[in-house]
């Protein structure tokens, strides 16, 4: 069907090499097919339509020789009124000339006939191209488009196509490829006096569009996509005109289009795979970056496309994966991009350098399983941006505390930035509730932080109440009580911060020194919550001893009760944090 599709596109001088490839193929296949019906006679009907579709085929190259076409003509009559027996089988398959024709001795003579055909025409290879009809100033054009396709074939691994001719057709040097199987893919190369012209069809727009994109800076002039119908069923054909001024510059172009014909084969299989984990366009986009990587995607087609991933990810979440959860709800579309961008090139790299399947499969599960804990580390590092609000907070509240005892400070402007700084503690929480992608794990993290985000929200009401308090300064017995309760307030939003960030190194690292200071600080949460219960006490007291107005006293008992709430809250964050890493360091 190769030769159906160039006789459309008008290409009669790369027909009768095509008709001769197809032919070769189709007798290895009636060989496949004869002795299948030897071992299995009671196929005989199912079989028999598909052997003489495939002597047809061997027909073509040859037809006009002897008188191929007349026996087979009587041969075909002869077999269709043959009843499906073992008999028939013989008769099929019969090797001795003395007792007449048979559909295996026709093979046997096309078969010859096509070697000599193809002897007539291949008077040459040239770095595995079939050359014929060569001019003297063409072989090291045929060179230079073989170089660059030999330089990347490799990347097809066991995959069929990349078939070359080349031959002259007057003035002009034609090299086609077959690429792959497809009956309607093709490529034409036109080497003209002063240009370049590449005749390419193809079954799908997509990969048409793709190919054009692999030549840089939208070089070369290129025809919008014709759709054509024939026999080998619809197809689209583009053509595209590249200057060329002299030998050396077609001989750069030549090695550049040989070079990209590897990414073609397969290309929608692999895109098809690619999109259950990205959308289709960054599908194609990852088909452009691997091409342009000379890694391509065969090899991840080889190990299994979206298996390998799946395999992959199953290790790396330890199984919990929720039905419907995407790659890119669990690692987000820009580490879904980077992650498979890795995979295309280690199945690549890997194949390449003979490492083991299994290895390469251990490679891909590992860097899943970083890209799993990077992002529970990124997580952490978000709670402990949301730690430094709360530690602002706290501080100004403390600062705010003590210039009241002298008279001075900007209660007002203290409570704006207060509610600045809670509303930002706020946006780090639910950016780390986007990024949970409703994992155990993670989830775990957003609750965590929900309850820590109570004492911003606590410490915020304690500066707005601090705005509230009268200009008189407050008898030294309530200041200094106050000011005792903020400073370990301080203190405890210090801990907290200090729980995170070692939260984060044992996430990273896991040593003993981040682990025994991660613990110190937890037991810290602890001590400090008990003496701001003490703390708030003596505030009770002092104004109960001796009050102050009706609304400062009022004002001051809803500060030290806000205060009390913080370290509670922060006590009990700091318990399940605990748990949560322990288990995880347990795991």
């Known amino acids: 069907m190769k030769s159906k599709a160039l006789e459309m596109l008008g290409e009669t001088s790369l027909q009768l090499p095509a008709e001769v490839a197809s032919a070769l193929a189709a007798n290895d296949r009636v060989k496949e097919l004869l002795s299948q019906l030897q071992a299995e006679p009671q196929h005989f009907a199912g079989l028999r339509g598909e052997i003489l579709q495939q002597v047809e085929i061997m027909l073509r190259p040859v037809e006009r020789k002897a008188d191929f076409a007349a026996r087979f003509k009587a041969l075909r009559e ?255 579309p820009e580490r879904t991009v980077a992650f498979l961008k890795f995979m295309l090139r280690s199945c690549a790299q890997g194949l390449l350098e003979g490492r083991s399947e299994a290895l390469i499969r251990d490679q891909i599960r590992a860097e899943l399983i970083s890209y799993f804990h990077s992002r529970e580390q990124q997580m952490l590092e978000l709670a402990c941006d949301h730690g430094g609000y709360i530690l602002q907070i706290a501080d100004l509240v403390r600062k705010e505390l003590a210039d009241w005892g002298t008279g001075g400070g900007d209660r007002g402007a203290t409570a704006v930035r207060a509610k600045i700084w809670e509303r930002a503690a706020d946006d780090k929480l639910m950016t780390l509730r986007g990024r949970a992608h409703g994992k155990t794990e993670s989830m775990a993290l957003c609750r965590i932080l929900e309850g820590a985000d109570d004492a911003a929200d606590d410490l915020e009401e304690a500066a707005y109440l601090i705005s509230l308090l009268s200009q008189t300064p407050p008898k030294e017995t309530i200041s200094s009580a106050l000011q005792d309760l903020a400073a370990l307030l301080v203190e405890d939003a210090r801990e907290w911060v200090k729980l995170l960030a070692n939260g984060v190194r044992l996430y990273h690292h896991g040593d003993r020194q981040h682990s025994d200071d991660f613990l110190v600080a937890a037991d810290a949460l602890g001590r400090i919550e008990r003496e701001t219960d003490h703390a708030e006490r003596k505030v009770t007291a002092a104004l109960v001893a001796d009050p102050p107005s009706v609304a400062d006293f009022h004002l001051v008992a809803g500060i030290a009760q806000a205060l009390e709430h913080v370290a509670d809250s922060l006590l009990r964050v700091g318990y399940q944090m605990h748990d949560h890493m322990l288990a995880r360091i347990n795991r």
């Open 78 to 332: 002869q077999t269709a009124a043959l009843p499906a027996d073992a008999a028939s089988v013989g008769r099929l398959t019969m090797a001795d000339r003395n007792q007449g024709d048979s559909l295996h001795l026709l093979v046997m003579d096309l078969h010859r006939a096509i070697n000599g055909v193809q002897a007539s025409l291949a008077e040459s290879s040239i770095d595995g191209a079939a050359a014929y009809d060569l001019g003297p100033d063409d072989p090291p054009l045929v060179r230079a488009f073989m170089a660059g396709l030999n330089r990347t074939a490799p990347l097809k691994f066991d995959h069929p196509g990349l078939g070359t001719t080349a031959t002259r057709d007057g003035e002009i040097l034609l090299i086609q490829n077959d690429i792959g199987t497809t009956d309607a893919h093709i490529i034409v190369i036109h080497v003209e006096p002063s240009s370049v012209r590449l005749t390419y069809s193809d079954v799908h727009l997509e990969r048409l569009q793709f190919l054009r994109s692999l030549f840089p800076g939208g070089s070369g002039t290129w025809s919008d996509a014709d759709m054509r119908e024939g026999e080998v069923g619809a197809f689209y054909l583009t053509v595209a005109a590249f200057p060329a001024k002299d030998d050396c510059e077609k001989k750069r172009l030549l090695d550049l289009i040989g070079s990209r014909l590897v990414f073609l084969i397969d290309w929608n299989k692999a895109r098809k795979r690619l999109r259950q984990f990205v959308d289709n366009d960054k599908a194609i986009a990852l088909l452009v970056w691997a091409a342009q990587e000379n890694l391509g995607h065969r090899g991840f087609l080889q190990l299994g496309a979206e298996k390998l991933v799946f395999d992959a990810v199953e290790v790396a979440s330890g199984g919990q994966v929720r039905y419907g959860e995407t790659l890119a709800d669990m690692l987000g």
